[in-house]
T-cell receptor, first 112, second 113 residues
Framework: DGGITQSPKYLFRKEGQNVTLSCEQN?????MYWYRQDPGQGLRLIYY???????QKGDIAEGYSVSREKKESFPLTVTSAQKNPTAFYLC???????????FGPGTRLLVL | QKEVEQDPGPLSVPEGAIVSLNCTYS??????FMWYRQYSRKGPELLMY????GNKEDGRFTAQVDKSSKYISLFIRDSQPSDSATYLC?????????????FGKGTKLSVKP
């Protein structure tokens, strides 16, 4: 059963803590994306990766970091430098040569 | 001017109504257009994909693109309470790996039984 999985579904962060959100896909897609969704803000691009071992900053990369060591995996770390991390985080992937992106179920990050 | 404008709603209609959702855009280079449906606290799911101008129909859903007016629409016929969700438009200028999607902010639709 192909798809995109994100874990955990809910994540709590304490002050000064780094947390990592997982995104895995078994669709054999080349490109992967991380978005942040806030109420009334729509989807904002954090980072994206077109191929393994390469990634680019999106519109709001400050306070976030990523890695792309495997084609299937694109974890996002929310660092302590991100002062307002509370949001719904969405991972997406896209097959090379196509325009449509497919989304995972999302991770809701809350600050304690 | 923002690249993609979408009325956030909320839009409330009775069951069985025809719903019209719209987006306008400013970049004339956009040629790939998508509509996503997002239920509360879920990830968006691809609903319709259209290349360039014209209409595309899939069951109760019709996507329409008017590039001359820089305007896209999604029509839902015989709307159902299960259609209650936020609808996001998205568009891209480039083929394949060259570009990223630009999203509207979404329109929240509520279909009342």
């Amino acid at each position: 059963d192909g798809g995109i999985t994100q874990s955990p579904k809910y994540l709590f962060r304490k002050e000064g803590q780094n947390v990592t959100l997982s995104c895995e896909q078994n669709l054999n897609h080349d490109a992967m994306y991380w978005y942040r969704q806030d109420p009334g803000q729509g989807l904002r691009l954090i980072y994206y990766s077109q191929i393994v071992n390469d990634f680019q900053k999106g519109d709001i990369a400050e306070g976030y970091s990523v890695s792309r060591e495997k084609k299937e995996s694109f974890p996002l770390t929310v660092t302590s430098a991100q002062k307002n991390p509370t949001a719904f985080y969405l991972c997406a992937s896209r097959k090379g040569g196509q325009e449509t992106q497919y989304f995972g179920p999302g991770t809701r990050l809350l600050v304690l | 001017q923002k690249e993609v404008e979408q009325d956030p709603g909320p839009l409330s209609v009775p069951e069985g109504a025809i719903v019209s959702l719209n987006c306008t855009y400013s970049n004339s280079a956009f040629q790939y257009f998508m509509w996503y449906r997002q239920y509360s606290r879920k990830g968006p799911e691809l609903l319709m994909y259209t290349y360039s101008s014209g209409n595309k129909e899939d069951g109760r859903f019709t996507a329409q693109v008017d590039k001359s007016s820089k305007y896209i629409s999604l029509f839902i016929r015989d709307s159902q309470p299960s259609d209650s969700a936020t609808y996001l438009c998205a568009m891209s200028a480039y083929e394949g790996s060259q570009g990223n999607l630009i999203f509207g902010k979404g329109t929240k639709l509520s279909v009342k039984p």
